[in-house]
Each structure stands twice: as structure tokens, then as C-alpha cells.
């Protein structure tokens, strides 16, 4: 199985950027826009894992607990690795400073169950697109520019979910798993 662990977006969030990329894909044919239904916030990438450690997974995750829900807004634009030349296209995530120990805590839960710890410094945000190719990357620029607000929403997040993710040629099929509730 492939399994990620990932906080839910809200609806408001999910129909602002679909109106977006609807607005965006007529213009930069370069880009392979994300399917706004599977949007989520990653916390941790598992990775392959033997179908008989998900109890052991459930089990690490149904432990953490915060004090309180933590407030996420999605908000600007980026591109990794840079906007002359980019790779991915996305929204931005800023939030409290009890997000990123809640990924950390993930991360440590996990490490007991031999599953690798993340290389890379923890950038939450929301894929939009991937690119292929750079056609219609300047006018994308253009119509970045001409927006009034790059503010899409945000919620307060209570609880975490664990995912399976089954990759196909149409895109990725997620199936929650498990729901794990950090605010007791």
C-alpha cells in the first residue's frame, strides 16, 4: 500500500481554487492541473508499506493530541524550485506555530515502524499543477499579477486522516483510512 498522512481542505478553499484553475488551464497548456477533489495538506509521505503494518500506523497516529485545533489559511502563489523554471505550481499555507510540531510529532510516531524520516525542511502547501513544458508559463505570470486577492480561506484543523494512495494514468484514487482526532 502507499500511504500518506494529511489534514483535509474545506470546501470554500476547494471551490475558490477550482474557479482559479479554471481560469488558469485555458492559458498555460504547459501545466497538469491537479484534480482540486484530491487537494489535501500532506503531513507526512509514507511511502510503500506492507499491508500488515497499517494497525501499527492507526495505532502510532491515534496518540497525538494538541491542546487545541490549529489555524490554517491558504493563501499566494509559488513555484519549487523557482518561478523561472518550475517544476510545481502552488498555494500557500500559513499557520499557526503549532502546525509544524504536529508534523514533527507524525514524523517521530513513525519512526519506531522503520518508516524514513522526511530529508527535506517541512513547506506545507497545495499542488495546482505540475509543469511539462513552459507554454503558457508567462501569461499564468500575467494573470497571477492581475488578481485582486490571493486569499482562498482556511479553517480550523482538528483532526488528521490517514490515506492510501493508488496511482493511475487518469491521476491518483485516495481512500481515507483512518481519522485521527488530535483535539481530545
Known amino acids: 500500500m502507499r500511504l500518506f498522512v494529511a489534514i483535509d481542505v ?17 492559458i498555460c497548456h504547459g501545466a ?23 494497525p501499527q500506523i492507526k495505532e502510532a497516529l491515534s496518540g497525538i493530541e494538541r ?7 491558504f493563501r499566494e502563489f509559488g513555484f519549487f524550485p523557482n518561478e523561472r523554471h ?14 509544524e510540531p504536529l508534523a514533527k510529532e507524525v514524523e517521530e510516531r513513525l519512526a519506531p515502524l522503520e518508516i524514513a524520516k522526511e530529508e527535506r525542511a517541512f513547506r506545507p502547501h497545495l499542488t495546482l499543477a505540475r509543469f511539462k513544458t513552459n507554454e503558457g508559463l508567462a501569461e499564468l505570470r500575467q494573470k497571477i499579477a492581475s488578481l485582486a486577492s490571493q486569499d482562498f480561506g482556511g479553517s480550523a484543523v482538528r483532526e488528521f486522516y490517514l490515506y ?9 484514487i485516495y481512500t481515507k483510512l483512518s481519522a485521527h482526532s488530535f483535539v481530545k
Open 86 to 99: 518550475p517544476r510545481v505550481f502552488f498555494v500557500g499555507i500559513q499557520t499557526d506555530k503549532e502546525f
Open 67 to 73: 491542546q487545541r485545533p490549529i489555524s490554517i489559511a
Open 10 to 26: 474545506p470546501e470554500e478553499t476547494r471551490q475558490a481554487l477550482r474557479d482559479l484553475i479554471g481560469k488558469f488551464a485555458p
Open 32 to 54: 497538469r492541473w491537479v484534480n482540486v477533489e484530491g487537494l489535501h495538506v500532506t503531513l507526512k509521505f509514507i511511502g510503500y508499506v506492507d499491508d500488515g503494518l497499517v
Open 164 to 172: 492510501e494512495s493508488v496511482l493511475k494514468s487518469s491521476g491518483a
